[in-house]
């Protein structure tokens, strides 16, 4: 499956052949090819941008993270604590629990600054913590997600020349690039379904 860049990190557990895992994932900065075993399960919580675990810094998860140990399929083991493993509908009760244990924190300044507000602090402070709490930049937060934004655009069957318009490129083939970088698919795959499966959810659930 072609993974998407995407700028949140999040939590995934798998069964296969008889055997529970879980893991951490983190933000990716590229598109890439991401193995999905053959008879595996899953079930994958995203978490919202700004969140992180209290454990884990994000910015040590970019571009890959880390499978949790002594998993089974009832239980998985988290920051020194066992957890239930959830199932599609226990998720939002799942991340309640890790939320109210500090297990997985906010930045208040950052989550100011994702609403569209200027913190009273300076523009390096905000950077700092910005790149602590997402393991990313404001500008390559930008960039990703205005590369999935036109992916979208272009599934749906918008002309490329528009999106380049709607989502302020420079032209089409800057659109192109971004697609390739992020995406892993031209405007015209996007287009015609083609290319096989991609990792871009229109209707996905983000949890908070």
Do not use: N
Request: aromatic residues 6%; proline residues 6%; hydrophobic residues 40%.
């Amino acid at each position: 499956m072609t993974s998407v860049a995407g700028v949140r990190w999040g939590l995934v557990f798998w069964e296969q052949d008889g055997r529970a895992y879980a893991g951490i994932t983190g933000p990716e900065t590229r598109t890439g090819t991401a193995p999905v075993p053959v008879g595996a399960t899953f079930t994958g919580i995203e978490l919202a941008m700004g969140t992180s675990l209290r454990a884990v810094p994000t910015p040590t998860l970019v571009d890959g993270g880390v499978e949790l140990p002594d998993t089974t399929r009832r239980t998985f083991r988290l920051d020194g604590a066992r957890w239930e493993t959830p199932g599609p509908d226990d998720a939002e009760a799942l991340v309640e629990r890790l939320v109210r244990d500090g297990i997985v924190v906010r930045d208040p300044l950052v989550a100011e600054v994702l609403r569209g507000h200027r913190p009273a602090v300076s523009g390096r402070t905000v950077e700092r913590r910005f790149r602590a709490a997402t393991g990313l930049t404001r500008g390559a937060v930008r960039q990703i997600e205005r590369a999935r934004t036109a992916a979208e655009l272009l599934a749906a069957g918008d002309p490329a020349a528009s999106v380049v318009a709607k989502l302020d490129y420079f032209d089409e083939p800057h659109l192109a690039r971004a697609l390739r970088s992020y995406v892993g698919r031209t405007a015209r795959q996007l287009r015609e379904g083609a290319g096989g499966t991609i990792a871009l959810d229109l209707d996905q659930r983000l949890t908070s």
